[in-house]
């Protein structure tokens, strides 16, 4: 809130509008480094009390990016001084520790896949690496809402906003689904159904089992092949209005595909009030604030941001893996999808980097590039954790 005033309240201050960003830049800086302060004493003190590295599932491990993005803002802030950066990059950490927390924040034991002292390695390294390149997103995502031309009406022109607004939806579809799961918990809403299971056995014969599945939505989609057991009452729905695909065969898929729906329902009304208020993109709404700020500098801090977690991924999600794994598995490399994921990562910013220095790659399609890159990062955190099933799953716990 704070940087928003150093930015937008410009106009409205009786000081003169660069006085005005330097006193409440200042005041933003240091409340931002107070609260980078709350949280690293609520990771070092959650450590010592567990006797554990809080990085072990979900909650703890977005927390600790969270914290990460924030070390990594400090450092580019004191290089660069520009507080829109801080306007943008603060509400992402926000958002992922709202997201954390819609997670069990239980301190839960160890497996033992996880008792190395090279979790604490690989794990930090990674997450400091990807802090790094969500610093990037913001001054790519703010590059790009500076220099488009929301007033255009060239194909290219129209094409440029969809993609940006479509980027600044997709980030209104997080919030929303945080602000659905808090509504319904905080309601105490619960609804229950069992799911049977026919699997094949190695001898040709049906196996059939049954598992409880819990809901803390509104079941829009219930579990395939399933019935309720108790359902909470909302707006009179006593059954899901459909069953989960039959080919949704993971870990609570039907469960996830409700929380998908109801993430893109809550995000969409959302996005759409905002739309009401501001009456027009969000895109034109952020346009005039980035006047007063070079384009260029904003390019410089976003492949600034990149060269530096670059290596710092390297090491943290491929080299202290790839030991890590050696000592927990007794291999390498073993295509497990996190694995896979991780490689394609570095893959795609090392071909930013080469597009950028060989190619000399700036401007636009540097920024895109940064932001395109930063979706693949959190597929990579998320997507692959919740959705696909491998080595890494206990993380979605």
Known sequence: MFFVIAIAGKRWSNREPLAHEKRWSKISFIAACLGLALHLTFFFTRWIGSGQIPTSNMYEFMTFLAMAIMIAFVIVYLIYRKPLLGMFTLPLVVIIIGYASVFPSEVQPLIPALQ???????????????????????????YLASVIDFEGTTKAQKREQFWLEFCLYSIVLVVGFIVVVFAFKGAGYEAQFVQEKVTIDS????????????????PIAKPFNSQPVHIDSFLGMKDGLFEAPSWMNGVNAGRKLNTVIWSVIAGSILYLLLRLVFRKPLGAVIHPLTKGIEAEDLDEISYRAIAIGFPVFTLGALVFAMIW??????????????????????????????FRLSRGWHGKRSAWLSVIGFVIVLFTLIGVNLIIAGLHSYAGV
């Open 203 to 218: 001898q040709g014969a049906e196996q059939t089992s049954s598992a409880t599945v819990d809901y803390t939505l509104p």
């Open 116 to 142: 190395s002292n090279w979790l604490k390695v690989h794990v930090t390294t990674a997450a400091l690496g990807e802090a790094f390149f969500a610093v990037s997103f913001a001054a790519g995502l703010l």
């Open 325 to 354: 794994a050696e000592k927990a598995w007794g291999r390498f490399w073993g295509w497990d999808p996190k694995e896979v994921w991780a490689l394609i990562t570095w893959l795609y910013y090392s071909a930013y980097l080469h």
